[in-house]
């Protein structure tokens, strides 16, 4: 049983990680920033409001992101464990989490964090193309698809995101500085934080994470 949480810079490769760990883990991810774009692929009501904030690189407010992350919690296949991606990303975020797994017994195992610097993330995110369906996420020089500009997953089209540009990518960035920055303190004072060089190749993380992972379960038991 994991429950684990990957926290990260926008472009850290949260995403890139989540795709491999849930395969190596056998837990499903729960990606708020996906969750919040098929919303507003969707134009629910959500969506919509959602849409308006991700747009500006702002974060979505606490209240709507809680929301759907408790709803998607209480779904059958998270029992055995999940890997939360891009949740929590405020101090408000992660003590609701925590209150919402004590009510039911329930602990994080490990929170991993991802670390990048700025400038290697705004070069990054300028390369990214995602799927449009899957939303899997590509480098153009670094990790092309197979076949250029479909998907390698489910074979649909690429795209680039909305909020890739560099304008926004660095109001993204300052957003993460100011209001996720200070998440990493409170987990690491919980004894929770596995700090991962995410400048490794992509497999080299993927190992890294779960080899610290078994570490701190066999630790523990
Ligand atoms: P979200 O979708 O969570 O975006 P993000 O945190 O900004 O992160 P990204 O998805 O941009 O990057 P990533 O870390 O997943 O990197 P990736 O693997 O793609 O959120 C989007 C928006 O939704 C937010 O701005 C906010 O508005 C809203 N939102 C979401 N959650 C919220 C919350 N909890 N509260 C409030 N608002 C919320 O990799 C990036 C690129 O690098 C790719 O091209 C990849 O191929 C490449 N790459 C990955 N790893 C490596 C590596 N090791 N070496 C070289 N290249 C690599």
Known sequence: MMRLVLLG?????KGTQAQ???????????STGEMLRQ????????????????????????????S???????????AAGFLLDGFPRTLNQAETLDEWLASRRQELNAVVDLQ?????????????????????????????PRTPGVCDVCGSPLEQRADDPAGLVRERLRVYHERTAPVTDYYRDRGLLVEVDGELPVPQVT???????????????
């Open 207 to 221: 190992d890294v994470i779960v080899r610290e992972l078994t570490a701190r379960v066999l630790a523990r038991s």
């Open 39 to 66: 919303a507003a692929d969707r134009g629910t009501p959500l969506g919509v409001q959602a849409q308006r904030y991700i747009s500006r690189g702002e974060l979505v407010p606490d209240d709507l992101v809680v």
């Open 20 to 30: 491999f760990l849930t395969g190596r883990l056998a837990i499903p991810k729960i």
């Open 9 to 13: 810079p926008p472009g850290a490769g």
């Open 68 to 78: 759907l992350v408790e709803e998607r919690l209480q779904e059958p296949d998270v």
């Open 116 to 144: 990048v610097p700025d400038d290697v993330i705004v070069d990054r995110l300028a390369y990214r193309v995602v799927c449009s369906v899957c939303q899997a996420p590509y480098h153009l020089l670094i990790r092309p």
